[in-house]
């Protein structure tokens, strides 16, 4: 039995949760502005740099948000649909500000910061439940290995599908003077790959990690359950993905909707297999 733990606590990390979002669409405001403008004059940098420090201060404020709400559960924030979401968002940001650290990415800020923002509205108005304990299948060391690992790679594969599909409308010549900006193809493209294969390794380790946990919760590490069936798919396919770059020559328009494609079932495994269909591992909480 299921029972609800600090729920006042819970709500504050839900006013975190929100002022964030609160933030994010600033800075999504600002970002569009700056990408919209042809010019690059100094105003164009002011907004750009406020954007930016606005996107950390949602971070950090998330970042509370989701620390709250594991405090109030007793636990690590990942049991149901919308702790992931936060704690996917969070990833997210983090991965993305990390990576400007590394390399000038700033011109994917407008998606990264839209797509966060996307998936912490749907946590807040589809996905939020009352903070409760685990079911005894999830009480283990394995969750924490298992989930944080899967969360880092649907950062990665999130990232990798911006440059996916600002490389298809650069491809074909739409918004062309706004994505004068962007780099070249070519040079989207491999960043694309670099950023699949480090999520596509934390999706290998998902898997692995994934038949470990089964095999000490229901003692079998592969039951063809759904969820399990649909992890395989997306290994699947970002292995495709990352062999027809590599070996066969899949590059261009080609490469990019295969990505897309791989992002899709990452999509399509979180949201509807959580939602519309049964199994051991299906915890939506809804």
């Known amino acids: 039995m299921n029972i609800v733990l600090n729920e006042p606590l819970s709500q504050l990390s839900l006013l975190f949760v929100s002022a964030a979002m609160g933030f994010l669409a600033i800075s999504l405001l600002l970002f569009s502005f700056q990408l919209a403008r042809l010019s690059q004059d100094e105003a164009d940098s002011k907004f750009e740099r406020l954007g930016f420090w606005l996107l950390g201060l949602a971070t950090v404020i998330l970042g509370v948000g989701v620390v709250m709400r594991g405090v109030a559960a007793n636990r ?16 997210i940001l983090t991965i ?30 589809l ?63 491999r960043i694309a790959y670099r950023f699949n294969m480090v999520g596509f390794v934390a ?13 000490r919760a229901w003692h079998r590490y592969w039951g063809w359950d759904t969820k399990e069936v649909w992890t ?27 990505g897309l494609i791989g992002f899709a079932a990452v999509i399509f495994n979180f949201t509807v297999v959580n939602l519309f269909f049964k199994g051991l591992h299906v915890y939506s909480g809804l």
Do not use: C
Request: charged share 10%; aromatic share 18%; proline share 2%.
């Open 76 to 91: 690590v924030p990942w049991a149901n649909m919308y702790e992931f979401s936060i704690s996917g968002a969070l990833m």
């Open 96 to 125: 993305y500000l990390i990576s400007l650290r590394v390399r000038d990415l700033r011109y994917i800020a407008t998606f990264v910061t839209g797509f966060t923002l996307v998936i912490l509205f749907a946590a807040v108005s």
């Open 127 to 189: 996905f939020y439940v009352e903070v409760k304990t685990l079911m005894p299948a999830l009480q283990s060391y394995w969750l924490v290995i298992h989930v944080v690992v899967a969360i880092m790679a649907t950062g990665f594969f999130a990232i990798a599908a911006g440059f996916h599909i600002f490389y298809l409308l650069k491809a074909a010549g739409v918004g062309e003077k706004v994505l004068s900006r962007f780099p070249d193809l070519k040079q989207l493209e």
């Open 203 to 215: 999706w290998s380790f998902t898997l692995i990690a994934g038949a470990i946990w089964a095999e």
């Open 232 to 258: 395989f798919i997306i290994w699947v396919l970002y292995a495709g993905y990352l062999h027809a770059m590599a070996t066969r020559g899949w590059t261009g328009k080609r490469a990019a909707w295969l």
